[in-house]
């Protein structure tokens, strides 16, 4: 545990990253260093990470290299996080939890009405707010741990007493989504770093292959056993500006049926035989 | 990462090949000085912890080191002097020239590199010559080529990265050598051959290649074998695709010699270097639900004697060794290896603090070396609940995580590697410094990595950290190291106490002076 000054943290303008509030780089931070590090109450210090978690998370779709090794490393530090504060949250001061003595400011009191599970932004017992984990959990698909952490069941769940719900000014009184978000999301972080097998796609398959779903069960052979060719393909290879287009290997039909169907010019023609039939 | 043109790949090709410092006909100072030692303990500071009551004797190093070649010196006295530095010296580096990986090969003759814009680079040692019997053989390109491409995924809408993840030389059995090189999703066995003699003489072409015409030809010849300029040529024999949903970050070559493991995030897969299109996979920690994820692999290697053995650490701080033989999918470890965790020392970061960035047999075989961010820890394979030797890295580090996190550097992954005898080890740092360990002496040594010590055969300075306090002459202080310069890639000769250290784009060659 970092040793903890009693001068307070807001005379150094406290770490308000994540929130648009620039941070004055010093010069060795500048230059690769790391720059003064004030001394944090550890409330102030638990926030912190967990502020460039979430920030670090939403970000890690950005990065040029994501790495699925970093993102489990952040998923369970803020799991870590939000257990620490749900528990902390949770017991009462009756029972023997190791709650860091810092925590000087009383819990909220847990008369809240019933609010909808997945609510905007969820205070914390200092009174700072950031965006709830549900929401963040929608937009990143962070997985893990959302059943059992406080953060996202709310009092009115009769969960987790410590923490005050509000709406978020995004979402009008009650919420929006449902809280199947782990569902839905649930491969949306961790899944997305699958590398799939995709990358020789175009190349690797013949032009043939590209059309071979295409549906011909309309041009069955059956239906087209009267059919004139035109002299010009009896040879058996394609002709003129259609040449590019090989014959669908699909077809079971017989070569000449095939020979039409290449000839994009000629569906008018099969198309009268269709309606003629 | 773009692709590059032709003309400034091999600008760049170039330029890795020049040595900056050669060591021109330097004859030695025979009233030189030498130091006592020049592996002594820091004031005050990174002392090797020693598990409590389970010191190991080190029999095994001890012995390894008087076993050791003539090279070595019968005692634990390094001292490093700079040898070479490969790379450009431009104040601004390009992406794609990071080098990403260095391995040598099993005779120390070669020693490879990767780099983040797919090429490997190989140098050779030059043979001792008579003339200079007090400088040792030099390190000189011998091969260049482009190992990997960018690729791209269609599907995800993803680059797949070209750069080098590792490079595992195989153990040579004719004249050519093989190597394996992987990035996050292809792994290519490489031959790289020489070529020395070419046929000269033919009757139907003349030197040219101009065919002749056959009308004019009175006489036949029998073409002769004419030396030419040494041709070294690499090609891939093998490539090893579409096997890894995920990043690869290990490969290792089996002690069979003809099988090799491949560990991505959460699967590992056996593969034999004659067959490309199929694996077993032997390792799958991937949960039914990706929800659940807590733990990725993070390195693998097999034993270095037993080809049924071998292991893979998480990002939890674990590591489990599995034997092939009991099951074809080894999802249940043979051994488990975790040390209890300090509760004094719990933090935010305590976990990501112990994810594994690298895992090591030794030479012998019996014991393993991993490295988390802040330490090096070495494991005797026959004890499990804690490691034998844990060494500090850079500890004043510790009380700055908060810092480091919110940079990123805090998943900067640090490899480690041990010397021929298993004696020593070594790992790198910040500030290009980085540090070896003797296990014999338990003494620690940092060093630094810069151009400022690149004079030729210029013996290396001890460096030290102040972690707080008043600073010392010569000291710097941990708010003035350079983060971005950091050493995450050595390697050590296998036989001789020469070592190779990865400084960005610079690769730097230090030698042990002969005592």
């Known amino acids: 545990m970092e040793g903890r000054q009693p001068s307070d943290t807001m005379a150094h303008g406290g770490y308000m990253l994540g929130r648009g509030v620039k941070r004055k780089m010093s010069e060795c931070e500048a230059s690769g260093g790391l720059g003064p590090v004030p001394e944090l109450p550890y409330p102030q210090q638990r926030q912190l990470v967990l502020d460039l978690c979430l920030n670090k998370l939403q970000g890690c779709h950005t990065r040029a290299e994501p790495s699925l090794h970093r993102s489990v490393l952040l998923a369970n530090t803020l799991r870590h996080i939000q257990e620490e504060l749900r528990r902390e949250g949770g017991d009462p001061p009756a029972t023997p939890a190791p709650t860091p003595p810092h925590i000087a400011t009383p819990l909220h009191s847990p008369d809240m009405p019933p609010i909808p599970l997945d609510c905007g932004v969820i205070c914390s017992p200092t009174g700072d707010c950031w965006p709830a984990l549900s929401i963040a959990t929608k937009e990143l698909g962070v997985v893990g741990g959302s059943q059992g952490t406080g953060l996202l069941t709310c009092p009115g769940c009769g969960e987790s007493d410590g923490l005050s719900v509000t709406s978020s000014s995004s979402s009008e009184g009650g919420c929006g989504g449902d809280l199947a978000v782990d569902t839905r999301s649930s491969d949306s972080l961790f899944g997305s770093f699958e590398i799939t097998n995709s990358t020789s796609y175009l190349t690797d398959l013949a032009f043939d292959d590209i059309f071979e779903d295409i549906d011909t069960s309309m041009y069955d052979s059956s239906d087209f056993s009267v059919l004139a060719l035109p002299p010009a393909r009896g040879s058996g290879a394609p002709t003129g500006p259609e040449d590019s287009l090989k014959p669908f290997p699909s077809c079971t039909s017989s070569s000449t049926l095939q020979l039409c169907l290449t000839d994009l010019n000629d569906l008018d023609h099969i198309m009268e035989i269709l309606v003629g039939s | ?515």
């Open chain 2, 1 to 515: 990462m773009k692709k590059l043109d032709g003309l400034r790949h091999e600008s760049r090709c170039n330029r890795l090949a020049t040595t900056l410092c050669a060591c021109p006909n330097v004859t030695p100072d025979a009233t030189e000085q030498r130091s006592k030692t020049a592996f002594r303990p820091a004031e005050g500071f990174c002392v090797a912890k020693e598990a409590a009551g389970t010191r190991v004797e080190g029999a095994d190093g001890e012995a390894g080191l008087r076993r050791g070649g003539t090279a070595m010196a019968g005692g634990n006295d390094f001292q490093w002097c700079f040898s070479q530095v490969k790379g450009a010296i431009d104040e601004d580096v390009a992406e794609a020239d990071i080098i990403s990986t260095v391995e040598f090969n099993y005779s120390g003759e070669l020693l490879a590199t990767g780099d983040k814009g797919g090429r490997v680079v190989i140098f050779q040692r030059e043979q001792e010559s008579k003339n200079r019997p007090h400088s040792r053989g030099e390190y000189n390109v011998y091969s260049t080529f482009q190992s990997h491409e960018p690729e791209f995924d269609y599907l995800k809408s993803l680059e797949i990265e070209e750069k080098i993840n590792k490079i595992r030389w195989l153990p040579q059995q004719n004249a050519a050598h093989f190597l394996l090189s992987t990035n996050d999703k292809t792994i290519k066995l490489w031959k790289i051959s020489e070529r020395d003699k070419r046929a000269e003489g033919y009757n139907l072409k003349d030197e040219d290649g101009r065919l002749r015409d056959p009308f004019r030809i009175t006489s036949l010849r029998v073409p002769v074998l004419m030396p030419m300029d040494l041709m070294v040529e690499a090609s891939p024999r093998r490539i090893f695709a579409n096997a890894h949903t995920y990043h690869i970050n290990s490969i290792s070559v089996n002690s069979d010699h003809e099988t090799y493991l491949s560990a991505d995030d959460l699967r590992i897969n056996l593969w034999h270097l004659e067959i490309t299109d199929r694996s077993f996979n032997i390792v799958d920690i991937k949960p039914a639900n990706m929800e659940e994820l807590t733990e990725v692999i993070t390195a693998a290697e097999c034993h270095p004697h037993q080809c049924n053995v071998f292991v893979y650490s998480s990002s939890k701080g674990t590591i489990r060794l599995c034997d092939m033989r009991a099951a074809a999918l080894c999802d249940r470890h043979t051994k488990f290896f975790e040390e209890p965790e300090d509760p004094s020392s719990r933090s935010f970061f305590s976990e990501i603090i112990s994810s594994i960035s690298d895992v090591k047999f030794s030479h012998s075989g019996r014991y393993m070396m991993t490295r988390d961010y802040l330490s090096v820890k070495v494991w005797d394979l026959n004890m499990e609940n804690r490691p034998v030797e844990t060494y500090q890295v850079h500890e004043y580090l510790r009380s700055k995580l908060c810092s480091l996190y919110e940079n990123d550097c805090i998943f900067d992954k640090f490899e480690c590697c041990w010397n021929g005898s298993d004696g020593a080890i070594m790992t790198g740092s910040y500030n290009n410094f980085f540090r070896m360990f003797d296990r014999n002496s338990r003494r620690d040594i940092t060093l630094e990595a810069s151009r400022e010590s690149s004079k030729p055969r210029a013996m290396l300075k001890p460096r030290k950290v102040c972690a707080g306090g008043k600073r010392k002459k010569d000291e710097i202080s941990v708010d003035s190291l350079d983060f971005n310069k950091k050493i995450l890639h050595t390697a050590w000769h296998p036989k001789e106490n020469v070592i190779a250290v990865a400084a960005t784009n610079n690769l730097y060659i230090f030698q042990d002076k002969i005592n």
